[in-house]
């Protein structure tokens, strides 16, 4: 079974330029979430799907930061336009359903760099 | 507010040797779950184990082996006899609910970078 898969690996930008990442989640998940992971830190949700929903975008920066999940499926979070505090790997995870057990499988991550 | 603390920020040990990774959490629930994440190098995080505030009982798989205290908030894990590749820095993380009838998320603690030396 394929996992989650997550491109680029890796990206570097300038400030002030627009970039996305997208995921691609486990078939058959309904839940899909984004996290920020800093360096030296654990990751920190940004945002939650249900489906193609966004139930949990409480901690988005939304002046430059947006999320879509087109049919419930892959998804693409973009920065527009990219800080120099944007450098940050940023995970993608899936699950079945958001209960309080709920095991998420992450992908490898795309490390941002903004130069 | 949830809260997950692992005091350890890097530990070397060299290969064979046994380690413990600590975790230290909080939670005004009753009901909760923590779960152990492994980052190798590569970048994914990996799913070790799951573990109910219920069930206090110690698992063991393999090499790995958790040890759950309610009393003191503790949910450490131990690597027997360690290996090279089990270097990888390891997440704790607590189960909290958040906006939404029955949604939860992960709350991660800092981790713990584990380097083994051969």
């Known amino acids: 079974e394929a996992g989650v898969v997550q491109s680029p690996r890796y990206k570097i930008i300038e400030k002030k330029q627009p970039v996305a990442f997208w995921c691609n989640p486990i078939?058959?998940?309904?839940?899909l979430y984004w996290y920020l992971q800093n360096l030296g830190q654990g990751p920190e949700l940004l945002i939650r799907?249900?489906?193609?929903?966004?139930?949990?975008d409480s901690q988005l920066p939304k002046d430059r930061f947006s999320a879509e999940r087109l049919k419930g499926v892959d998804s693409t979070l973009k920065i527009q336009p990219a800080e120099l505090g944007d450098s940050a790997v940023y995970l993608c995870?899936?699950?079945?359903?958001?209960?309080?057990?709920?095991?998420?499988?992450f992908g490898q991550g795309t490390r941002l760099t903004v130069v | 507010a949830q809260k997950v603390t692992q005091a350890q920020t890097e530990i070397s040990v060299v290969e064979k040797e046994d380690v413990t990774l600590d975790c230290v959490y909080e939670?005004?629930?009753?009901?909760?779950?923590l779960f152990w994440y492994k980052q190798p190098p590569s970048g994914e995080l990996v799913f070790l184990i799951r573990r109910n505030s219920f069930d206090e009982q110690n698992e063991i798989s393999g090499r790995y082996s958790w040890n759950f205290q309610k009393s003191t908030s503790s949910f450490n894990f131990t690597i027997t006899a360690s290996q090279v590749v089990d270097s990888a820095v390891y997440f704790c993380a607590l189960s909290e609910p958040y906006s939404g009838a029955g949604s939860y998320q992960l709350t991660f603690g800092k981790g713990t970078k584990l380097s083994v030396i051969p």
């Open positions: 078939s058959g998940h309904n839940t």
């Open positions: 995870a899936s699950s079945q359903g958001s209960g309080r057990k709920t095991e998420a499988f």
């Open positions: 799907y249900e489906n193609e929903e966004a139930v949990d």
């Open positions: 939670t005004r629930d009753t009901t909760y779950y």
